[in-house]
């Protein structure tokens, strides 16, 4: 019954490698999003979809990519990790223009 | 630059009294803005949103006012409680489904 589930809920992974996170909403909402919270709490959006269009794409390297197969679904796949990926990625969605609903978090760490 | 600030350092208060924190923003002129909720280990939790044509908006204990000339939004939880306990954090949107999270404030009530 889970609005926003993401999985996994924990990563521990080396560096260099690939690794992807996934995304489900059953809110029926249009617009999906990625924010990653880092060791100092702050939230910060990457990317956002709407109607599985990229809408927002803030400067996150080429190693993460989005892909959004439909309104219901956003994954992110990450390339080569790098130490300093590790955070906290928390998935959300919502309809435009209203509250988001967040997924309860991926916490990843690169060793 | 783009800024929002909320006090980082942690509000502490007895239960029963009302609560009051404060978001500032500089450089943009949100349409809108929300509150949320996060606790240890999970995501935030959407509380509520004002429009920038609203002074003030309620939900049970819950108040948030927006001045869009100081540029301010205030919080306030009257008779709080301990489970009140978490950090909230403001989010101004800064573009079309864009959300931009302030660092939160940590609030503390004690029994």
């Known amino acids: 019954d889970t609005a926003v589930s993401q999985t996994p809920k924990y990563l521990v992974t080396q560096m260099g490698n690939d690794k992807s996170i996934k995304c489900e909403q059953n809110l029926g909402h249009d617009t999906m999003y990625w924010y990653k919270q880092d060791s100092k709490k702050f939230l910060k959006i990457m990317f956002s979809y709407n109607n599985k269009e990229l809408i927002i794409n803030e400067t996150v390297p080429n190693r993460f990519s989005p892909k959004s197969p439909d309104k219901a679904h956003l994954n992110l796949h990450i390339n080569s990790l790098e130490l300093g990926d590790s955070a906290v990625y928390f998935c959300?969605?919502?309809?435009?223009?209203?509250?988001?609903?967040f997924g309860s978090g991926t916490r990843l760490t690169v060793v | 630059s783009q800024k929002i600030e909320q006090n980082s350092e942690a509000l502490n208060i007895q239960e029963g009294k009302t609560a009051t924190l404060t978001c500032n923003y500089t450089n943009y002129s949100p349409a809108y803005l929300q509150w949320y909720r996060q606790d240890p280990g999970r995501g935030p939790v959407f509380l509520l949103l004002?429009?920038?044509?609203?002074k003030e908006k309620r939900k049970e204990r819950l108040k948030v006012t927006f001045d869009t000339t100081l540029k301010q939004s205030l919080f306030h939880i009257t008779a709080s409680q301990p489970a009140d306990s978490a950090t909230y954090l403001c989010a101004p949107n800064t573009g079309f489904q864009k959300l931009v999270f302030g660092t939160g404030t940590r609030l503390l009530v004690s029994p």
């Open positions: 959300a969605s919502s309809q435009t223009n209203y509250g988001y609903t």
């Open positions: 004002i429009r920038e044509n609203e």
